[in-house]
């Protein structure tokens, strides 16, 4: 299982874009990388996903270099709403459980 | 929106008693999971299943136990909760080859008195 490291918090004022950077230099051939985001109290959500380059969907892109030692997950103009746990998760889509292994993931606070 | 519940959503209860917390998904989703999270902290994986009569311990040792006997339930049950059971509980599942593409439910919040 890969590990993975990203930055304990952020902050951003709102209209800002926010990019959140994780490190996984032991990523294996077939890993894919998984962002989540998590509101308090609520169960984390599936932001994006993805094996190399770029991948973008309505919330978030996502940037992956060559190497794949590394991946960004970019939230264009954040507002107030987009406050919460983002988390990089890295492995295997036929892996086990412990796959989905969280971590502290980035807080992020949007600043008004 | 994803079709994975969880209730209740809040409970409070007293030391000693015996607690289910129901997880229900209709996805079909194989896997399926019981995270444990403290306010602010990490989550930790204290149980998880493959499928029916699949069950296997996390991560987090837990006093709970789990049974999967149907492929759209997953319940945990606490059979004597104390204090230190007090926590968030988080379900979640998954396809099959879907590992890293998990569906939570809202969670249960257990205080235990």
């Known amino acids: 299982l890969a590990k993975t490291t990203q930055p304990i918090s952020m902050d951003s004022y709102e209209g800002q874009e926010v990019n959140i950077t994780c490190s996984h230099n032991?990523?294996?051939?077939?890993?894919?990388i998984t962002w989540y985001q998590q509101f308090p109290s609520q169960g984390p959500r599936f932001i994006i996903q993805?094996?190399?380059t770029k991948v973008t969907n309505e919330v978030a892109s996502l940037f992956i270099p060559a190497d794949r030692k590394s991946s960004t997950l970019s939230l264009p103009r954040v507002s107030l709403s987009d406050t919460a746990v983002y988390y990089c998760?890295?492995?295997?889509?036929?892996?086990?459980?412990?796959?989905?292994?969280f971590g502290t993931g980035t807080r992020l606070t949007v600043i008004p | 929106e994803a079709d994975i519940y969880q209730t209740p959503r809040y409970l409070v209860i007293g030391t000693g008693k015996k607690i289910t917390l129901e997880c229900s998904q209709t996805?079909?989703?194989?896997?399926m999971y019981w995270y444990q999270q403290d306010p602010g902290m990490e989550l930790h994986l204290i149980h998880y299943?493959?499928?029916?009569?699949?069950?296997e311990k996390g991560d987090l040792s837990s006093e709970s136990t789990v049974s999967r006997i149907r492929t759209e339930h997953f319940p945990l049950t606490l059979e004597s909760a104390r204090p230190s059971h007090t926590s968030q509980y988080l379900c979640?599942?998954?396809?099959?080859?879907?590992?890293?593409?998990?569906?939570f439910g809202q969670g249960t919040r257990l205080t235990v008195v």
């Open positions: 032991n990523i294996a051939t077939n890993d894919y």
């Open positions: 993805g094996y190399k």
């Open positions: 996805m079909g989703h194989d896997k």
């Open positions: 979640a599942s998954s396809e099959f080859s879907g590992a890293l593409l998990a569906f």
């Open positions: 299943s493959y499928g029916v009569n699949s069950t």
């Open positions: 998760l890295v492995g295997d889509m036929n892996g086990g459980a412990n796959n989905l292994f």
